[in-house]
C-alpha cells in the first residue's frame, strides 16, 4: 500500500515528479549526487521517532541503546574512512558543522581568514549576514588574477597583517586540488589554528583523488552528501584533544537531538566508501571532469583556471554573449541541471553572474563515463550557442531522455 499517496496526494505527485526529473535529466550540480537505496532505508527509516540529546552512553533520554550502536558505528567508521583521532557525526548540516568548530576555536570578534564567496568560498567562510560573519572578523583571501589558483603570496601576506586566531580551507566553487599543506605552513607561521572545509571534495579524499587535510588540519568538517554521497548532513573530525569542545559546542551549543535516521544513513555512507568500488568511483568523477571540461574547451569555451583537478568547472558564458542566470536556464530546457556560479573578479552582480558550475559526482554515480562526457559536452555547447532555439533544446531533451534510460538512477536498479 502507498501510504503517502492515499494519504497526502499533493506531497506524492511532487515527489513523484522529482524522481523523474533526477531520473530522465542530467544531474549537473556539482554539490548533489545520488544515495544508494540502502542509505536512503536507513534516513527513511523507524529512527527519525527516537529522541537521543547527548553521547553513546551519556544521554538525555532512555531507550537510547540501539541508536548508541549505531552513532558508535557512525564515529569508528568516519575515524576509519579519514584516518582522524575523533569525530562528532552529530551536525545536521556543512553550515552547523562549520558554526560549532567556530564556537570551539573563536571568540566573537576574533579574525579569521576564509575564501571570498565571490571566488568560490561559501557562505559559512565569512559572508556578512551569515553567523560566520556577522560574530567574527573574516578577512577574505582569493585566487591569482592571471591563472585563477589560489594566491598562497597573498595569503601568506594577509595572514601576517591580520594575524588570524583561525585560518579556514576549503571551497565550493575551486576546480584544482587544494594544497592543504601550504595552509598549515601558514597557519604554523602566524599561530593560527587551521579548519579545512573539504565539503566538496570529502568523496574524492575519500577515494584517494585527493591529498587529504587530515594530516594538517586541526579541524575538518565537511558534509556527507555532495561527493560522499551519503544523506545530507554534516561532520566534523579533529584531534582527541579538541573532541570535548567540538562536541560541546555541537550538542548543546549549536544543535540538540540528533537526527539518529540520518546518523544511521552517515554509517551506511562511510562504509561504502571503504569499498573498492567507491575508490573506482572516485577515479571515474575526476576522469568525466577533465574530459568534459576538455569537451567545452575544445568547442571554445573558456573555464576558470583554464580546466580542473577535481570533479568541477567554472564556464565563462559571457564569451557566448550570455550571462549565468540565462546559461542556466537554457541547460534546465534542454534537461540538463547546472547553477549559475560567479567567477573570480567577476563584474556582474551574484543574482545573473558571469558563470556556471558544472560538476561530474552525479552522472558517474549514474554509471556514465569519458564517452558519454563528450556527448553531454557538446550537448552543453550547442545548447548555449542557441540560447533561443527551443526546437533544439527540446531535441537535446529527447536525446537526454533516451541516454538516460541506459543509465539508471540507484533506486531504479532496484526495482
Ligand atoms: N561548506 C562548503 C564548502 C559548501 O560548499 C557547503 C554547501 O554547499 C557547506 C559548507 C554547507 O553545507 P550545508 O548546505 O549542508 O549547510
Known amino acids: 500500500m502507498n501510504f503517502l499517496q492515499q494519504q497526502d496526494p499533493d506531497i506524492w505527485t511532487a515527489i513523484e515528479a522529482e524522481a523523474t526529473r533526477q531520473r530522465e535529466g542530467l544531474e ?3 554539490s548533489e549526487n545520488y544515495t544508494s ?35 558508535t558505528l557512525a564515529i569508528e567508521r568516519a575515524k576509519k574512512l579519514f584516518g582522524a583521532e575523533a569525530a562528532n557525526v552529530q551536525p545536521h548540516s556543512g553550515s552547523q558543522a562549520n558554526t560549532a568548530v567556530y564556537l570551539s576555536c573563536l571568540e566573537v570578534g576574533d579574525s579569521v581568514l576564509g575564501l571570498d564567496l565571490a571566488q568560490g568560498g561559501h557562505l559559512t567562510h565569512g559572508m556578512k549576514l551569515n553567523i560566520s560573519g556577522r560574530l567574527y572578523h ?16 597573498q595569503i601568506a601576506k594577509l595572514a601576517r597583517e591580520k594575524k588570524p586566531k583561525l585560518i579556514v580551507a576549503g571551497a565550493s566553487a575551486y576546480p584544482r586540488e587544494i594544497p592543504h599543506d601550504r595552509f598549515a605552513e601558514i ?11 573539504m565539503a566538496h571534495y570529502a568523496g574524492l579524499v575519500a577515494s ?8 594538517y588540519a586541526d579541524y575538518v568538517t565537511t558534509t556527507t552528501h555532495k561527493t560522499l554521497r551519503g544523506p545530507r548532513s554534516g561532520l566534523v573530525l579533529c584531534k582527541e584533544e579538541n573532541l570535548k569542545l567540538v562536541n560541546r559546542n555541537v550538542f548543546p551549543g549549536t544543535q540538540g537531538g540528533p537526527l539518529m535516521h540520518v546518523i544511521a544513513g552517515k554509517a551506511v555512507c562511510f562504509a561504502e566508501a571503504m569499498t573498492p568500488e567507491f575508490k573506482a568511483y572516485g577515479k571515474a568523477v575526476v576522469e ?14 573558456p ?47 551574484p543574482m545573473d553572474p558571469s558563470g556556471i558550475r558544472i560538476g561530474t559526482p552525479a552522472l558517474t554515480t549514474r554509471g556514465m563515463g569519458t564517452e558519454e562526457m563528450k556527448r553531454v559536452g557538446g550537448w552543453i555547447h550547442q545548447g548555449l550557442s542557441h540560447p533561443d532555439d527551443s526546437a533544439l533544446h527540446q531535441t537535446i531533451r529527447s536525446e537526454i531522455c533516451e541516454l538516460c534510460k541506459s543509465f539508471p538512477v540507484p533506486a531504479e536498479r532496484c526495482n
Not at 187 to 197: E, F, H
Not at 208 to 215: A, C, E, K, R, Y
Request: net charge negative; proline share 4%; aromatic share 6%.
Open 28 to 30: 549537473m550540480i556539482a
Open 37 to 71: 537505496p540502502a542509505i536512503m532505508q536507513a534516513a527513511g527509516s523507524v529512527l527519525t521517532n527516537k529522541y537521543a540529546e547527548g553521547y553513546p552512553g551519556r544521554r538525555y533520554y532512555g531507550g537510547c541503546e540501539h541508536v548508541d550502536v549505531i552513532e
Open 138 to 153: 573574516f578577512h577574505s583571501y582569493g585566487v591569482d588574477p592571471k591563472n585563477h589558483r589560489l594566491d598562497f603570496d
Open 187 to 197: 597557519a604554523n607561521d602566524v599561530g593560527a589554528k587551521l579548519m579545512v572545509d
Open 208 to 215: 584517494g583523488q585527493h591529498n587529504s587535510p587530515v594530516p
Open 288 to 301: 568525466n571532469a577533465k574530459t568534459l571540461a576538455d569537451t567545452l574547451l575544445a568547442a571554445g569555451l
Open 303 to 349: 573555464l576558470v583556471s583554464g580546466g580542473t583537478d577535481n570533479h568541477l568547472m567554472l564556464v565563462d558564458v559571457t564569451a557566448l554573449g550570455l550571462g549565468g542566470k540565462k546559461a542556466e536556464a537554457v541547460l534546465d530546457q534542454c534537461g540538463i541541471t547546472v547553477n549559475m556560479n560567479m567567477i573570480p573578479f567577476d563584474e556582474r552582480k
